[in-house]
């Protein structure tokens, strides 16, 4: 099946302090948006599976521009997060289709990330936010990385379209300071501590 | 640095097809907009020269940036546009101050040349209001197909004594321009008009 690709969309936050010490290297965190085309839009589809392996290209080609965004250097990613808009002629199950390839390109292109990656998606119209949740990359319940990115794109979804985003992120947040388990103990075995 | 940016957003916006045709080469539009702290929040100060200084080290700051972004040269960016949302303990007035008098000198040495005059937009808000940035070709500001805006919002600023100021740029016109007028080939370039 042809992925076809409206637009992309990225978004590169450096964040320096917010109140508190200036940090001297800055948290990043970066979106990706896709908008394609949503084959199944206007009908119910019961066998939507077809497109799930056609977006593991665009998946990986998205994952890979984040770590560019991000510097170009995948160990410097440490949490990550994904989500999905779909457009008002489909139905919430397609936007299901993104947590395979989504997540299998995020750990393809990080190479040993152990997490699960955190998801939520919505049905939506142009210009509809979405909190794509973030975590750690290798231990879920690492407290100072759970933050999430909101990603919005003015002109998308339309009714027959898919919005698709990935979030990556280079740290904690700015100013983490309510404990719990600590990137540095982490066994990263199981993918939750 | 006299700003006192707490974060940086970029964004880059790729259109690859609109209404079902391919856009070839894809258009894009970059925005780099700062987060900084306005050092007149909550009073009425008479000599904006703070603001029109932090103007012109962010006119050269996200100028390189939103030019770095789209991963051109300076020569190839055909159009930009300016803009600024002020924090509600701040003045209408201070987005003028740091969007007018000087931010245009090194955003134009981003970019290359610039005869034209940078279009803006300002405003008042709060957390996550949107400003769509209006754009103009840079050489001629007549050159119709490249009549635009690009939209940015930051969704946790600006705070109340904080202001967003942003810098759009383009390697390219809106994605199926044809409405005629004068083109990007015809240019002067003297000017600034046409």
Redesign the interface.
């Known amino acids: 099946m042809d992925i076809l690709i409206r637009k992309f969309h990225s978004t590169l936050d450096e964040i320096f302090h917010e109140g508190g010490p200036r940090t001297a290297r800055p948290l990043r965190r970066a979106a990706l948006l896709a908008v394609i085309h949503n084959p199944y839009a206007g009908r119910y589809e019961p066998d939507i599976l077809p497109m799930m392996e056609s977006l593991n290209g665009l998946g990986v080609e998205m994952a890979g521009r984040l770590v560019t965004l991000l510097g170009g250097d995948p160990r410097a990613v440490e949490g990550y997060g994904k989500g999905a808009i779909v457009g008002a002629a489909g139905e919430l199950e397609h936007g299901a289709l993104w947590h395979v390839p989504g997540g299998y390109a995020m750990r393809r292109v990080l190479g040993e990330a152990k997490a699960i990656v955190p998801s939520a998606k919505k049905v939506g119209g142009p210009g509809t936010r979405l909190d794509v949740p973030v975590t750690h990359i290798n231990a879920s319940y690492v407290r100072s990385h759970f933050d999430a990115m909101e990603v919005c794109l003015p002109d998308g979804p339309h009714e027959d379209e898919l919005l698709l985003a990935l979030v990556m992120t280079t740290g904690p947040r700015i100013h983490a300071r309510v404990g719990g388990l600590k990137a540095s103990e982490i066994k990263g075995e199981d993918g939750l501590r | 640095m006299r700003a006192d940016?707490?974060?940086?957003?970029?964004?880059?916006?790729?259109?690859?097809?609109?209404m079902g045709k391919e856009v070839s080469p894809a258009t894009r539009k970059a925005v780099a907009a700062a987060v900084i702290k306005n050092p007149f929040a909550g009073l009425y100060a008479e000599n904006l020269e703070d603001l029109m200084a932090i103007g012109e080290e962010l006119g050269g700051l996200l100028g390189e940036k939103a030019v770095a972004?789209l991963g051109v040269t300076p020569h190839d960016i055909e159009s930009y546009g300016k803009a600024a949302i002020v924090g509600e303990k701040g003045e209408w007035e201070h987005a003028a101050a740091i969007l007018h008098p000087r931010l245009g000198k090194p955003l134009r040495a981003a970019v290359e040349k610039g005869a034209a005059l940078v279009p803006s937009a300002k405003k008042i808000g709060g957390l996550g209001a949107?400003i769509d940035v209006p754009l103009g070709h840079k050489d001629a500001a007549f050159v119709r197909s490249h009549f635009d805006a690009v939209?940015i919002?930051i969704?946790d600023a600006p705070r109340g004594d904080e202001i967003v100021v942003a810098i759009a740029v383009t390697d390219s016109g809106r994605p199926l321009a044809r409405v005629g007028g004068l083109q990007k080939n015809e240019i002067k370039g003297e000017d600034g008009l046409r």
């Open positions: 940016i707490r974060k940086i957003v970029v964004t880059v916006e790729e259109t690859r097809r609109e972004a949107a939209e919002r969704p």
